[in-house]
């Protein structure tokens, strides 16, 4: 395979996530070159699962590790990159040399427990301090980097920030793009990539720092049940036709693009199997209550949360 062929196969990526209106080709061409510098990489883990890199690292089409050693250079990825213990705490160290970075952040700061995430012998909260003021964009991927999410569940003694909270605790001054979705949307982020690669900006967000590309609108508004919801078909369980509204669907107040944008390569999402949206992209996931029958008399927690 020629390097022209290596390089449209990146370019199809580009295509796909939406980026090719402001990145051509020629950008690429120019990048692979040289003639356009390529931004750093910072990526580190809060407390998570994994789950969101998981996701990116497995996105359709193209090898994950080519796209982004193509478009950035990767100073550190927890899952990626092969450097250990002291190598990766001294490069940490050295940010301030790193010009131009990205920092993509991962799951939450426990702000009330900071012993229960530590790189070295260094608290998390120390690392995204320094990491952050040395930054030239942040992004929070993930519900759990973003709002809390699985992190900042009822019941958790972490006091667990979303990366936002955090760097307006620390009194810092940065551009923020969060990326909700239980697990972050690898197209999303991607797309990110490649507006600041282009303009060295964010795409435009919303008040919650989300791109509003992609958090404009209600799953519900897209839905495909959402003819089912104004004939008023409503399923009684799971699995049934109609829509899922009374078993405690959460599309009519999540905004998120699943369905024009599903997960695995848009291969599927909750409503399209037949599942109630639970509102993992949303600002109050996981609700105590995420399931509901056709009738729950418990407290109604269906109404409660716009996020
Ligand atoms: S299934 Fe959910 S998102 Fe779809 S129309 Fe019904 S309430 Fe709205
Ligand atoms: S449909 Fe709802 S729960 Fe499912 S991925 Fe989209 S936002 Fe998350």
Request: glycine share 8%.
């Amino acid at each position: 395979m020629t390097r022209r062929e290596v390089l449209k196969q990146m370019y199809a990526v580009v295509v796909a996530v939406g980026a090719s209106s402001f990145l051509s080709f020629d950008d690429l061409l120019a990048m692979d070159k040289g003639e356009i510098a390529k931004p750093n990489l910072v990526w580190l883990h809060g407390t998570s699962c994994s789950g969101c890199s998981t996701s990116f690292l497995n996105v359709e089409g193209v090898p994950l590790v080519d796209i982004l050693t193509e478009y950035t250079n990767v100073v550190f990825h927890p899952d990626i990159s092969l450097a250990t213990g002291h190598q990766v705490t001294d490069m940490l160290e050295r940010a301030d040399e790193y010009k131009d970075f990205i920092f993509v952040f991962e799951g939450s700061i426990p702000m009330a427990m900071p012993h229960a995430c530590m790189l070295g012998d260094k608290p998390m909260t120390y690392w995204v301090d320094k990491l952050v003021r040395k930054s030239s964009v942040c992004i929070a991927a993930g519900t759990c980097a973003s709002f809390g999410g699985i992190t900042n569940m009822e019941g958790m003694v972490t006091g667990p920030k979303p990366l936002a909270d955090f760097i307006s605790y620390q009194g810092i001054k940065k551009p923020v793009v969060n990326l909700p979705n239980c697990p972050m949307k690898p197209e999303q982020l991607l797309y990110v990539l490649f507006y600041y690669l282009k303009t060295h900006n964010t795409p435009e967000l919303d008040d919650e720092k989300r791109p509003l590309r992609f958090f404009g609108n209600t799953v519900h508004e897209r839905c495909t049940r959402h003819d089912d919801f104004t004939r008023k078909k409503f399923a009684k369980k799971i699995g049934d036709e109609g829509c899922l509204f009374y078993l405690g669907c959460q599309g009519i107040v999540t905004k998120n693009d699943c369905p024009i944008n599903g997960h695995n390569g848009n291969t599927n999402i909750c409503i399209k199997a037949g599942h109630p949206c639970i509102g993992c992209a949303g600002k109050y996931f996981p609700r105590k209550i995420m399931l509901h029958t056709y009738d729950d008399k418990r407290p109604n927690e269906r109404f409660k949360v716009i996020s």
